[in-house]
């Protein structure tokens, strides 16, 4: 699959510290990326070298083909939120998304749609000091939406929100993902919040890349649990049918269906009996919806 | 490495430094009309023995001032660099150069173009005549402005370089301000010390500071003081220019 982001060997030293060494990634078009590691391992770095705001100390960057801190062009059709954005507070919300709409050669009306994909809308006269912390999070996933970019840079969406905050912009990223087609790279340490939507990862600790590839491979390849989201007007029956095998570790009510963890290496058996009741027409379907995070980044670091 | 069009970098600058304009119009129109109105006042009085001196104090104010808001606009885009608020517009296809470009471009335009406005435009509406028979007027207005451009870029490189508020407003509180009278206070002090003080060597070392002082000591100077500040300040600029291409990280 085409890779939107390819790291080789890159490593960015600022004075004394080595933020990232020798970091090889990739990540491919279409899938939602998770930068996955603690405070302080590289993750706003390697972003940054993906934006080409920072220059690498050594190595390749491309994004969408083209070295981004050499070429203007590779941030076109590029969207970005950063950690701890800073807006201009005196400008109002509408002069500000018309100004990046300007950079990023579009007119008002793409500024509009951005702004309304994130219900910003009503908001659009007001000063950007004046907005909460939930808005401002808002305003920056709008200036990131302009233009319609195939490719989003997410630097911990949900730091410093209240829950409440976390859930929705959580929820807008997914919406967001879906309505545009784009390729989304979230970072975070906090694995909960990308359990439920990203499907791609990139492992990263004390500057250094772990492991990357599809989650479902990772499960796999670390033996950690899989969940699989199984489609059925009769959850309860198959839920009971399900649980008799040794190697189901849970079953959960889900929307639609079912949520059954099982461990990587017994997924293939799963398959099996599942393909045995969609036969039966007990189920309508099934799909892996990703492996467990949690054990996938235990098993990486702890090698 | 692929480089951008000419007409793409232009783009870029002119939506940029049409966005700093609109940011700080507001500020810079109240003071301009104000600094205007009073120019202008002084200017009418200037026909009486005594407006003379009044006129010269109400430039220099006003000279002053416009100093001090190139000192303020310095600070503002090492601010931008300092708090991350650039990093909103350079993920954008805004390349380095046209961000810094686009810096300069509104600095000059804020510093040079606000003392213009105010300076020089009471002097054609007042008497059109005289600033063009005037050569030495129309030398001494190009020098004065030669001297807030060389401040401009200098600051600018400053704000660009160190990247913190308070360290480019000190610097342009040191450079503008106490500069000078620092020198002059080294100059009496050598005097007493020493004797006689070669004029010229206090000219020039008052000269790294105003530009415009080597032309108070010698008329014959102005020339050379308006050189050496546009040629100063093209070279910096060049270099603020090569800076933000090879090494500008935020």
């Known amino acids: 699959m085409e890779s939107v982001i390819y790291f080789e060997e890159v490593s960015k030293v600022f004075k004394n510290t080595v933020a990232l060494r020798e970091a090889s990634f990739e990540v491919p078009r279409g899938s939602i990326a998770g930068l996955l590691g ?7 770095t390697s972003i940054k070298l993906a934006l080409g705001t920072l220059r690498p100390s050594s190595g390749l ?11 203007p062009d590779a941030r076109q059709g590029v969207g970005f939120l950063p950690e701890s954005p800073v807006y201009p507070r005196t400008v109002r919300v509408s002069q500000l998304l018309e100004h990046i709409a300007k950079l990023k050669g579009e007119d008002w009306n793409g500024a509009k749609r951005a702004a309304s994909l994130v219900g910003l809308d009503k908001l659009l006269d007001k000063p950007v000091g004046s907005l909460s912390r939930g808005y ?38 997914s919406t967001i993902r879906d309505m545009l087609d784009a390729t989304v790279v979230v970072s975070s340490h906090i694995l909960p919040e990308l359990q439920e939507i990203v499907d791609y990862l990139v492992i990263i ?17 670390y033996e950690a649990r899989m ?9 309860r029956i198959v839920a009971r049918s399900l649980i008799t095998y040794h190697y189901v570790e849970g079953v959960m009510l889900d929307t639609g269906g079912l949520k059954v963890y ?9 398959e099996e009996v599942l393909e ?25 670091v702890s090698g | 490495m692929r480089r951008l069009s000419p007409g793409s970098h232009l783009r870029g600058v002119s939506i940029q430094a049409a966005y700093i304009l609109g940011r700080y119009t507001r500020h810079y129109t109240t003071l301009v009309v104000l600094a205007g109105i009073i120019y202008s006042v002084a200017l009418l009085v200037a026909v009486v023995p005594a407006g003379l001196d009044i006129l010269m104090g109400v430039s220099a104010l006003i000279m002053l001032g416009y100093l001090a808001s190139v000192i303020q606009i310095a600070s503002s885009m090492a601010s931008e660099l300092e708090s991350g608020e650039a990093l909103l517009y350079l993920s954008t296809p805004l390349s380095r150069l046209s961000y810094v470009s686009s810096w300069l471009l509104a600095s000059l335009s804020i510093s040079a173009g606000t003392f213009m406005l105010t300076l020089v435009i009471p002097l054609i509406a007042i008497d059109p005549g005289a600033l063009l028979a005037q050569k030495d007027l129309l030398k001494f207005i190009l020098a004065v402005i030669g001297e807030v451009v060389y401040y401009t870029v200098i600051l600018t490189a400053v704000g660009i370089i160190v990247k913190k508020r308070n360290l480019t407003s000190a610097v342009g509180f040191f450079m503008l301000l106490l500069g000078p009278m620092i020198s002059v206070i080294v100059f009496v002090i050598l005097e007493a010390v020493a ?18 002082v080597l032309s108070q000591f010698d008329p014959d100077k102005m020339i050379g003081s308006i050189m050496y500040s546009y040629t100063v300040s093209l070279i910096v600029a060049g270099i603020i220019i090569q800076y933000a291409r090879r090494s500008l990280e935020v």
Do not use: C
Not at chain 1, 38 to 44: C, E, H, L, M, V
Not at chain 1, 138 to 156: F, H, K
Not at chain 1, 262 to 270: G, I
Not at chain 1, 281 to 290: E, K, L, P
């Open chain 1, 227 to 235: 969940v699989y989201h199984v489609s059925t007007r009769n959850p």
């Open chain 1, 205 to 221: 600790s004390s500057g250094e890349v772990l492991d990357y590839g599809p989650v479902e491979d990772l499960a796999k390849r």
């Open chain 1, 136 to 173: 401002l999070q808002r305003l920056g996933l709008a200036l990131a939406l302009v233009g319609e970019p195939e490719l989003l840079l997410l630097d911990e969406p949900t730091a410093n929100l209240d829950p409440n905050a976390r859930v929705e912009i959580l929820r807008l990223i």
């Open chain 2, 195 to 212: 004797g006689n003080v070669d004029g010229d060597l206090v000219a020039s070392v008052l000269g790294i500071f105003h530009p415009l």
């Open chain 1, 61 to 71: 960057v491309l994004v969408r083909g083209m070295e981004p801190w050499r070429d």
């Open chain 1, 38 to 44: 603690p405070n302080g391992s590289g993750k706003t």
């Open chain 1, 262 to 270: 099982v461990k990587s290496t017994h997924h293939r058996a799963l």
């Open chain 1, 276 to 300: 045995g009741l969609a036969k039966d027409r007990m189920i309508d379907g099934y799909s892996v919806a990703t492996g467990l995070l949690g054990e996938i980044y235990e098993a990486v």
